[in-house]
């Protein structure tokens, strides 16, 4: 059995532990805080912007396919994947999901004989998959926690020459979708080509995104089927527009996983909070045993030496 002062170290040490992990929680707190914000106020524009993109590219029809962006390939034999971690961990299963998401899709993507090709948002994924002897293609780090428009830009830039240069088929984009502190979700997005640029998995948006906002249906379905006049042609507004909703999806999914990021790291900092409180009841109810026995001891030795006395 432990003595009382093994465990009072213990229980010292412990509960150092539980002031640095309450600290990093209410620090994730405060930064997920202002993250939210910032998502909140680029969703709408986001969405809407991809929707426009992608009715001017139906409206431009053949012309469309002269810029060299939205040409789409008839055989997809590489598919740059880029993987949108965190820079520290400390954060539950944020980044240990995107990891899992993104070997799945290698397997599935071998299956349709296609190759994938990482790039990574984060030191977690770039560590994570050199350690699983994966080529990055792309290493982006240093920002996670608070990304700028121009980190997603350089990122936009990479994967839009890698798709026009003909070294990759499509792209897709691997991310924490932000719902609350307790639920992110997993979202594949496919940025190129804007044909099949669609969002995949439980929780993400989809075409119905004004319905769920409590629009009519009928007026969202009159709007969809509304005779746009565009200026200038549609083939010349594409080619402002394709750079920006690509750049614009970047760094939306860089902020949601910031978001994610966050909630995941404050959850988790709560939860080792509330077991190192069970583990110092624990240690406090062994630390009142080990005491009660020391005394008991002492009785016992009193009481034995009082009757070799007598």
Do not use: C
């Amino acid at each position: 059995m432990a003595t009382r002062k093994e465990v009072r170290g213990r229980i010292a040490s412990v509960k150092n532990v539980q002031k640095i992990t309450r600290a990093m929680e209410m620090v994730a707190a405060a930064r997920l805080r202002r993250a939210e914000q910032r998502i909140e106020a680029l969703r709408p524009y986001a969405s809407n912007l991809r929707r426009m993109t992608r009715n001017v590219a139906e409206a431009a029809g053949a012309e469309a396919r002269n810029l060299p962006v939205l040409q789409d390939r008839e055989n997809t034999e590489k598919v740059a994947v880029l993987l949108v971690t965190g820079d520290r961990g400390l954060a539950g299963s944020f980044n240990s999901q995107i990891i899992r998401e993104g070997v799945r899709l290698k397997s599935q993507l071998r299956e349709d004989g296609a190759t994938p090709v990482y790039s990574a948002v984060g030191r977690r994924g770039v560590s994570s998959m050199k350690f699983r002897g994966e080529d990055i293609l792309g290493e982006y780090t240093g920002f996670t926690d608070r990304p700028a428009f121009a980190d997603a830009r350089d990122i936009a830039n990479d994967l839009v020459t890698a798709y026009v240069d003909e070294d990759v088929d499509r792209v897709d984009i691997i991310f924490n979708r932000y719902e609350s502190p307790l639920t992110q979700y997993v979202t594949r997005q496919t940025l190129l080509p804007i044909q099949a640029a669609e969002v995949f998995g439980e929780g993400s948006e989809d075409e119905s995104d004004e319905t769920r906002e409590g629009q009519d249906e009928e007026l969202v379905e009159a709007h969809r089927r509304a005779l746009w006049v565009y200026e200038p042609e549609p083939e010349e507004l594409l080619a402002e527009l394709v750079p920006e909703y690509a750049q614009l999806s970047v760094y939306r999914a860089l902020l949601e996983s910031t978001a994610s990021e966050h909630g995941s790291r404050m959850t988790a900092m709560r939860n080792a909070a509330e077991n190192a409180k069970e583990v110092i009841s624990d240690l406090t109810l062994e630390m009142n045993r080990v005491r009660q026995a020391e005394i008991t001891q002492e009785i016992l030795e009193v009481v034995g030496g009082a009757e070799g006395l007598s």
